[in-house]
């Protein structure tokens, strides 16, 4: 399997590259800046980009966007029930103090149980809202992989201080989704490095009155 994080764009977000060693087929996960090194970093691994898949839509994960669809021509999924955080991003920057470009429209969006090929990898769409209404989680079950964004973070959850955000739904999309996965399912967010599902149930504060 390629997994090839780097972090990228004004919050330094992670953005993923993953794909499938034989085909080299690859799809980028919220590439949030710095899209010329993401377009770099892909030539090295000399793969193809298949797809570009945004686990919600804050300024921070799109902001590589527009250029890296323009170089690679890859479809754009997004949550289907992201659409009003994405047709906002330039407000979302303003409130920041970071100039954001409009984004293209996406190919696909997403809802519960849709699957993205990968080269031989199937990524699986979960519905977590919570930190944003239209979040989605990708999980690969053969490499025993989730992607979750801003959703759960080693030791911490996401934000839930933002417009169309409910600390409630988040707690509900933990506890009801990601928790069920296997405990040794690695999971790469949005932000901090990686852990493991296990390790949350265990150690996660804000989650840890339920297990
Ligand atoms: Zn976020």
């Given at each position: ?47 193809t980009v298949t ?98 964004g801003d959703v ?60």
């Open positions: 399997m390629i997994l090839q994080m780097m972090q990228v764009g004004p919050l330094g977000t992670n953005c993923y590259i993953v794909g499938d060693d034989d085909s080299r087929e690859v799809t980028v996960i919220d590439p949030g800046g710095h899209a010329r090194q993401i377009l770099e970093t892909i030539r090295s691994l000399r793969a797809g570009i898949i945004l686990t919600h839509a804050h300024f921070d994960h799109v902001m590589g966007v527009e250029m890296l669809k323009r170089a690679t021509q890859a479809p754009l999924y997004v949550g289907e029930n992201e659409k009003p955080v994405f047709e906002n991003v330039e407000q979302q920057g303003e409130r920041f103090g970071v100039a954001v470009s409009p984004l293209p429209d996406p190919e696909h969006w997403l809802k519960e149980g849709d699957e993205i090929k990968v080269g031989k990898l199937t990524l699986h769409v979960l519905n977590v809202p919570g930190h944003s209404p239209g979040s989605i989680a990708l999980y690969e079950p053969e490499n025993g992989v989730v992607f979750v759960l973070m080693r030791g911490t959850i996401g934000r839930t201080d933002f417009p169309g955000c409910s600390l409630a739904e988040l707690l509900r999309s933990i506890r009801g989704k990601l928790f069920t996965l296997p405990d040794e399912t690695q999971v790469y967010s949005g932000h901090g490095p990686m852990t493991t599902i296990g390790e949350e149930k265990m150690l996660n504060p804000f989650t840890k009155n339920y297990v």
